[in-house]
């Protein structure tokens, strides 16, 4: 038998909701500029081209519990940014997905926030670098319970918002994805093969803005409740 030389990381796993059981984390995929407006804020013009697909690491993965989780402000930056997500997580192997297939493989939903550290990614991206340093760091992926999908449907609409310190910034519906979680399913499934307990972050809507230390950030989508961290 083969013996690692130090004792393996432990796997992330985040709770389910109305289980004892938890999802295990196996990859965390992210869509980039994945609503029109978001686009816009971004500077750049909103189209139907291929979606942008980036990672983070599993460990990146903060599983917030229903009461509320604590973030980490992060290091290297002054303009750390917060960005509302509908998550949506896997229960089934699947390579080459038909779209009209896509929410077979679908385990359930959460809320997420994939925090950014946005002067780090500018810098980057105007460097022509890849944006881990900005997107993929400690605790960049708070996460709530995972609602199952046969508890909640199919989420094809409903509004998903983002208060900080009880001020409103984001607010949008999930009907306004230039991709739709079925369609973003399908694409990456042509460039992965995508496994039980991936997870797939489907973009943010506008509004996206830095929080500072002490900031509450409470996040919503319709049907999942709501996700409340403090950036400690």
């Given at each position: 038998?083969?013996?690692?030389?130090?004792?393996?990381?432990?796997?992330?796993a985040i709770?389910?909701?109305?289980?004892?059981?938890?999802?295990?984390?196996?990859?965390?995929?992210?869509?980039?500029?994945?609503?029109?407006?978001?686009?816009?804020?971004?500077?750049?013009?909103?189209?139907?081209?291929?979606?942008?697909?980036?990672?983070?690491?599993?460990?990146?993965?903060?599983?917030?519990?229903?009461?509320?989780?604590?973030?980490?402000?992060?290091?290297?930056?002054?303009?750390?940014?917060?960005?509302?997500?509908?998550?949506?997580?896997?229960?089934?192997?699947?390579?080459?997905?038909?779209?009209?297939?896509?929410?077979?493989?679908?385990?359930?939903?959460?809320?997420?926030?994939d925090m950014?550290?946005?002067?780090?990614?500018?810098?980057?991206?105007?460097?022509?670098?890849?944006?881990?340093?900005?997107?993929?760091?400690?605790?960049?992926?708070?996460?709530?319970?995972?609602?199952?999908?046969?508890?909640?449907?199919?989420?094809?609409?409903?509004?998903?918002?983002?208060?900080?310190?009880?001020?409103?910034r984001q607010?949008?519906?999930?009907?306004?994805?230039?991709?739709?979680?079925?369609?973003?399913?399908?694409?990456?499934?042509?460039?992965?093969?995508?496994?039980?307990?991936?997870?797939?972050?489907?973009?943010?809507?506008?509004?996206?803005?830095?929080?500072?230390?002490?900031?509450?950030?409470?996040?919503?989508?319709?049907?999942?409740?709501?996700?409340?961290?403090?950036?400690?």
């Amino acid at each position: 038998m083969t013996h690692c030389v130090f004792p393996p990381p432990a796997t992330v796993a985040i709770p389910v909701a109305g289980q004892r059981g938890l999802f295990p984390v196996r990859r965390v995929y992210c869509v980039g500029r994945n609503y029109e407006a978001h686009v816009r804020e971004m500077g750049h013009d909103p189209d139907r081209s291929p979606p942008i697909f980036f990672c983070k690491p599993a460990d990146s993965v903060l599983p917030v519990p229903a009461e509320g989780g604590v973030f980490p402000y992060p290091s290297r930056t002054g303009n750390c940014h917060h960005e509302i997500e509908l998550v949506v997580a896997l229960g089934r192997r699947g390579r080459d997905i038909p779209a009209a297939r896509a929410s077979e493989h679908i385990f359930g939903y959460a809320i997420g926030l994939d925090m950014t550290r946005r002067d780090l990614q500018r810098a980057a991206a105007q460097a022509g670098h890849p944006w881990e340093v900005g997107k993929a760091f400690d605790f960049s992926a708070p996460i709530g319970p995972i609602h199952p999908l046969d508890s909640t449907g199919p989420l094809r609409s409903g509004a998903i918002t983002l208060n900080v310190q009880g001020e409103a910034r984001q607010r949008s519906d999930l009907s306004q994805l230039i991709w739709s979680v079925d369609e973003m399913i399908s694409e990456l499934s042509t460039l992965f093969e995508l496994h039980p307990g991936d997870l797939i972050f489907s973009g943010t809507p506008e509004g996206v803005g830095p929080v500072v230390r002490g900031d509450v950030m409470e996040g919503t989508v319709e049907g999942l409740g709501s996700l409340k961290v403090t950036v400690a």
